[in-house]
């Protein structure tokens, strides 16, 4: 584009130290950062390709979810975000600068980093405009991207429900068993789910849109901290055999302990355990809580059409 505006991790460290100062947005921070690389006007304003949101912004977010990965970055609400005290500490050592390499220092992002199908996230920087050249293809180029879009949309998704109250979390499991196929009609799903109240089950929903069978249902909104343990799940089960039920899904959108895991997997009972990163894969897939911003349509050459009777 031919702008001096800086990229996604050359920018790292001036938004850790932004962060630092207090809660702040990013509207804000690329104020803050646009006057102190002194960009123009013109560099201010840029545009992605898409039109849709300013380039510096974009990459201040970026930047932002790259740290938050490592804990150094964290939002304590909506919209906001600040520096950890590992963010604090970090700066307290006078870094020169900041990147993807230096954070690999930090286990949490190196577990983040080395997640989907290639295991290749260093080409994830392709999801800004005016990067390197890679050693990847464009379409290795364009899926690595992908990857990581979904990994920031499963952040955010996860945010959101926690940021919301339990019952709109039971609501939303509603409408991902609804748009899976499950339930019948979305209204009689909402009057199965949450009525239970008992014995540890949060609701029951048909199977089929006859009521040949049902599945029970647990909800748990956990913090990523706090994990599902067997025990829920054991009590899980003993509901199940109270209604006399084969069937169960228990959701969280934290985690399942090992325990928690093998004990599902080795009793009769046909239970279904679905943790924060399952449930955002299915909240994406069925689009729940989400919309295509985007569509990008890829093309090839037509070889049939330049064959000429072969």
Do not use: C
Not at 3 to 19: D, E, R
Not at 111 to 138: C, H, L, M, R, W
Not at 147 to 163: P, W, Y
Request: zero cysteines; aromatic letters at 8%.
């Amino acid at each position: 584009m031919g702008l001096a505006i800086p990229s996604y991790q050359t920018l790292m460290l001036p938004v850790l130290k932004v962060a630092a100062a207090g809660e702040t947005r990013v509207a804000d921070a690329a104020d803050t950062i646009a006057n102190e690389f002194g960009l123009t006007e013109e560099e201010r304003n840029a545009l992605l390709q898409s039109g849709r949101q300013r380039l510096l912004n974009n990459r201040i977010h970026w930047a932002k979810f790259y740290m938050t990965k490592a804990g150094l970055i964290e939002s304590p609400k909506r919209g906001v975000f600040r520096a950890t005290q590992k963010g604090l500490e970090l700066l307290a050592s006078n870094p020169s600068t900041l990147n993807v390499d230096a954070l690999k220092a930090f286990p949490a992002f190196v577990d983040f980093y080395q997640s989907g199908p290639n295991k290749q996230p260093e080409q994830a920087g392709t999801i800004e405009p005016a990067v390197a050249p890679s050693a990847a293809t464009p379409e290795e180029q364009i899926e690595a991207a992908h990857v990581v879009l979904q990994s920031a949309l499963s952040s955010d998704l996860l945010q959101r429900i926690l940021d919301n109250s339990p019952a709109f979390f039971e609501h939303l499991i509603v409408d991902l068993l609804v748009g899976m196929g499950y339930g019948g009609s979305h209204e009689n799903a909402a009057l199965k789910l949450g009525k239970s109240g008992d014995n540890g089950v949060d609701g029951v929903i048909d199977e089929d849109r006859l009521g040949l069978d049902r599945i029970y249902v647990q909800a748990k909104r956990y913090a990523s901290h706090n994990t599902v343990q067997r025990g829920e799940v054991q009590a899980f089960v003993g509901s199940l055999v109270g209604f006399g039920a084969t069937k169960g899904v228990f959701v969280t959108t934290s985690t399942f302990t090992t325990g928690a895991k093998q004990y599902a997997h080795a009793i009769p009972q046909r239970i279904i355990l679905i943790d924060g990163a399952k449930l955002t894969d299915l909240m994406i897939e069925h689009d729940v809580g989400v919309r295509v911003s985007r569509t990008v349509k890829l093309k090839r050459l037509d070889e049939d059409f330049f064959s000429e009777g072969e």
